[in-house]
């Protein structure tokens, strides 16, 4: 069978993982977070602890990372550290559910930003929605090279906007204007029946699906040159980059709006820089219109690999696992996936009632790759470590409590959406099983 080609480089990867992250979250969870938490001491608390689950997440998937530097990244770690089932349910929902409606609901974001600064109709937004789809398949398709330029480009774009964001907000807005201040004050909540633990629980829901994504770098390892190294390093950085980033256009915002005005506001950025720019909704409708086509090519470019390792191991449809001869992607699990996301776009027309139920789903398998580093030092004590995880056991148990409070509060305060991810990921079990049994019958016929 082919193989992937590896001549990714740290900084093409640190894009995939900054570009992962970057998509429309930090232009539409502010608001979210600020339903929430009325304090800007509190908002700006909700956004550090982000940082420092997406730099423990990261330190944690590093050591992994370096352990095994397989295509696929935090399927290869799942299935080496509780088995098959375990990973093939994490790659069921990320195809089903995550990836699929992810790329579906970014495409939706650039068509409609677009249509703010060229109008068009809501049958017009969806077809040129499934074009983005189309346009950044055939991108990733014809090899990593464009797809590593595509990343470096749209993720490049992405810093400078939220650069200027930052820019505006603390060069031109001020604390006397919004009457910004760090005095403890309680937490309110849209709904008076939710406590402050739950509050700041489902804050963390905008902020999680904001900084999520630093862990794609590793989906690339097997195309990655020298991974043991540049994986590692490439989540790091692009953990710590997104991180410091997103808490300082936090802070920008606040400079220019205030809190109660953040948590009604559609549209955060467009509102704020419009406060000193006259022009500023029409450029940052550009930019984040950019933004998530960034964003839909890189989770296009990536999330594939996990089905293509999944195909390899013999447990999901053959197609997904072959190379394209010339160009050496794996073009079939890339087109399939976007096949499945247009369908989605088209059936729905909107990603926001499933944000909650898609980050829940996520954040379970985050919490199960955390607990497995530190199963592995136990059951694995021998084996070459490249990179270990700098601040062990610290680091990995912090990234897990956060990764349970975060669960427990959305079971708690969205169980409907919980459930349902839950009962998603289930589905998956027939087609396991049934996947399992070609493969011992395959396996069996040979013998």
């Known amino acids: 069978m082919s193989k992937l080609e590896g001549n990714l480089s740290l900084y093409g990867l640190t894009m995939v993982a900054i570009g992962a992250c970057i998509g429309s979250g930090i232009f539409l969870s502010p608001s979210l977070v600020a339903g929430y938490l009325s304090s800007p001491l ?50 069921w929902v990320t195809f089903v559910v995550i990836n699929g409606s992810g790329i579906a ?43 590593d330029l595509t990343a470096k480009i749209f993720s490049g774009l992405k810093l400078a906007g939220l650069a200027s964001i930052i820019g505006v907000g603390l060069f031109f807005g001020s604390p006397a204007r919004t009457g910004f201040h760090l005095g ?64 300082l256009a936090n802070l920008g915002y606040m400079f220019l709006l205030p809190v109660d005005r953040i948590a009604k506001s559609n549209g955060v950025a467009a509102e704020a820089l419009q406060t000193v720019l006259p022009f500023g909704a029409v450029v940052i409708s550009i930019m984040i219109a950019l933004s998530a086509l960034g964003t839909v090519g890189i989770n296009t470019y990536s999330v594939p690999r996990i ?43 909107t990603f926001a009632n499933i944000i909650t139920y898609l980050v829940f789903m996520d954040g ?45 509060a959305t079971l708690l305060e969205k169980p409907v959406q919980a459930l349902a991810a839950s009962a998603c990921c289930l589905l998956g079990l027939p087609f396991y099983y049934y996947f399992r049994g070609k493969k011992r019958a395959a396996a069996s016929a040979g013998a």
């Open 364 to 408: 379970i398998f985050m919490l199960l790759t955390g607990i497995g580093i530190m199963k592995l030092r136990r059951t694995r004590r021998d084996a070459e470590r490249p990179y270990k995880t700098l601040g062990y056991p610290v680091t990995p148990i912090l990234f897990v409590l956060m990764s349970l409070f975060f669960v427990g």
């Open 105 to 147: 609901a970014l495409s939706l974001t650039f068509a409609k930003y677009t249509a703010f600064v060229f109008p068009m109709s809501n049958t017009g937004t969806l077809i040129l929605g499934a074009a983005a789809i189309a346009v950044m398949a055939a991108i990733n398709i014809l090899g990593t090279h464009f797809s």
């Open 184 to 247: 403890l004050k309680s937490a309110s909540t849209t709904d008076p029946g939710i406590g402050w633990a739950g509050a700041f629980g489902l804050a963390f829901v905008g902020v999680y699906f904001s900084v999520g994504g630093w862990q794609h770098a590793s989906y690339l390892a097997g195309e990655a040159r020298n991974p043991r190294k540049t994986v590692p390093r490439a989540m790091i950085l692009g953990a710590i980059v997104v991180g410091v980033v997103y808490w």
């Open 307 to 349: 089905f293509y390792a999944l195909s390899d191991d013999g447990l999901f449809f053959p197609a997904f696992a072959r190379i394209h001869p010339k160009f050496k992607t794996p073009a079939n699990a890339i087109m399939l996936q976007c096949a499945w996301a247009m369908v989605l776009l088209l059936v729905w027309g």
């Open 42 to 91: 509190w908002i700006l608390v909700v956004w550090g602890l982000g940082l420092l689950h997406a730099l423990t997440g990261s330190l944690t998937f590093a050591e992994l990372g370096a352990m095994m530097p397989k295509a696929g990244g935090q399927y290869a770690y799942l299935k080496e550290i509780f088995g098959p089932l375990t990973a093939f349910l994490y790659a």
